[in-house]
Structure formats: C-alpha cells, structure tokens
C-alpha cells in the first residue's frame, strides 16, 4: 500500500551497486530523509516503514520466547554478548 501518492518499492527496482554504493557512503547510517531521497519516498514514509518493520519483528521476537532482555543493547556489542562480557 502506498502513501501520499508514491508507488510501490519492491527490492527489485532498486539496482544492487545504487544500494550498495549508498550503504558504502553512510557507513553510521543514514537520516530518513537520506533513504527517502534514495527511494522516492518522503521521511514520514521511511519512518512509517521503520515503525512497521521494527513491530514485526518484535512479534516475531515474542513468538519465539524472546525478551527484548535478551537483545544486545547499544552499548553491548553481539560479540561481547556471545563471549559471554
């Protein structure tokens, strides 16, 4: 479903070296708006879709028997987590 008259994304219509050139030169990340500018979209829509991954995921998290406890924080890094830190 689309928003405020901008079509549909698919993975498909972005080329992997656009996607991957773009991931190379926001190596911390990028704002909405600098997705936004990638894909078409507006920043309010990059965070609609963030708000709706990011809830997805945490039901499937809560399916699986998994706390959001159990989750590394900012300040743990998966590794230090994993050797047990």
Same mark, same amino acid.
Not at 20 to 43: K, M, N, Q, R, W
Not at 46 to 53: F, G, P, S, T
Not at 67 to 85: H, M, Q
């Given at each position: 479903? &689309? !928003? !405020?008259?901008?079509?549909?994304?698919?993975? &498909?219509?972005?080329?992997?070296?656009?996607?991957?050139?773009?991931?190379?030169?926001?190596?911390?990340? &990028?704002? !909405?708006?600098?997705?936004?500018?990638?894909?078409?979209?507006?920043?309010?829509?990059?965070?609609?879709?963030?708000?709706? &991954?990011?809830?997805? $995921?945490?039901?499937?998290?809560?399916?699986?028997?998994?706390?959001?406890?159990?989750?590394?924080?900012?300040?743990?890094?998966?590794?230090?987590?994993? $050797?047990?830190?």
């Amino acid at each position: 479903m &689309a !928003y !405020y008259n901008e079509p549909e994304l698919e993975e &498909a219509d972005l080329p992997t070296e656009l996607v991957d050139a773009f991931v190379e030169a926001h190596p911390s990340g &990028a704002t !909405y708006e600098e997705i936004g500018g990638l894909l078409g979209c507006t920043p309010e829509r990059i965070r609609q879709i963030v708000y709706l &991954a990011l809830g997805k $995921a945490l039901k499937k998290c809560h399916a699986c028997g998994i706390d959001l406890d159990d989750l590394p924080s900012e300040r743990t890094s998966i590794w230090d987590r994993i $050797a047990g830190n």
